[in-house]
């Protein structure tokens, strides 16, 4: 397993503006998720990021949305970009230390209100 | 791509009693099934797993049972207590070159003491 951190665990923001999350994970992994968690929905995988190489997106969500970096082996960040009441969900980080993607870990989340 | 449905989307029971959620995925060659839970505020958490090789496993009070032929899986917990509230989500995965799992929309459980 591993221990994931996220910032913030909370926010509420103003439409347009953008948000940055941070997810730190406590040992080092290939990949790293982000998935996105509307009210009463399921999980979403947003994309897929692994370090040293650009963000895979899943059908329905684009770069200049959701911008994500990879610096390192257990850090990365997830931007909402230009954001709209819609955007209002919780946005998960998870981790998968065996390198396939299979069993995901889930961090706290950041629970994400935009008015 | 795969399609996971998951029944009841909410479940009331009291306390001692049982409660079973149930899962279909529509990707024959799907090969694993993992069940989390996710509390109030939290994210979820890996609760128990079932590879297609098996028929069911069991983890004290709660279990997996797995029918690939009809392509359908259920989480049984056993002796419910309050503590058991929480939203559970199934989840199918290990096929057609990506592992990354597809979630159902989960199953909100109440234990009424």
């Known amino acids: 397993s591993a221990v994931i951190s996220q910032k913030p665990s909370r926010d509420i923001c103003q439409r347009g503006t953008s948000l940055t999350i941070q997810c730190q994970v406590d040992?080092?992994?290939?990949?790293m998720f982000w998935y996105r968690q509307q009210p009463g929905q399921s999980l979403t995988l947003i994309a897929t990021?692994?370090?040293?190489?650009?963000?895979?997106?899943e059908s329905g969500f684009v770069i200049d949305k959701f911008p994500i970096s990879r610096p390192n082996l257990t850090f990365s960040t997830l931007t909402v970009s230009n954001m709209s009441p819609e955007d209002s969900s919780i946005y998960l980080c998870?981790?998968?230390?065996?390198?396939?993607?299979?069993?995901?870990?889930f961090g706290p989340g950041t629970r994400l209100l935009v008015l | 791509g795969e399609n996971v449905e998951q029944h009841p989307s909410t479940l009331s029971v009291q306390e001692g009693d049982s409660a079973v959620i149930k899962c279909t995925y529509s990707d024959s060659a799907s090969n694993y099934f993992p069940w989390y839970k996710q509390e109030l505020g939290k994210g979820p958490q890996l609760i128990i797993d079932?590879?297609?090789?098996?028929g069911e496993k069991k983890d004290q009070r709660i279990a997996v049972t797995l029918n690939k032929t009809a392509k359908h899986f259920s989480l049984h917990i056993t002796e419910t207590q309050p503590e058991d509230s929480a939203v559970y989500f199934c989840?199918?995965?290990?096929?057609?070159?990506?592992?990354?799992?597809?979630f159902g929309r989960g199953t909100s459980l109440i234990v009424h003491p």
């Open positions: 998870s981790v998968d230390p065996s390198g396939s993607g299979e069993t995901q870990y």
């Open positions: 079932i590879r297609s090789n098996v």
């Open positions: 040992s080092q992994v290939t990949m």
């Open positions: 990021a692994n370090q040293g190489s650009e963000a895979t997106y």
């Open positions: 989840a199918s995965g290990g096929s057609g070159g990506s592992y990354i799992p597809t």
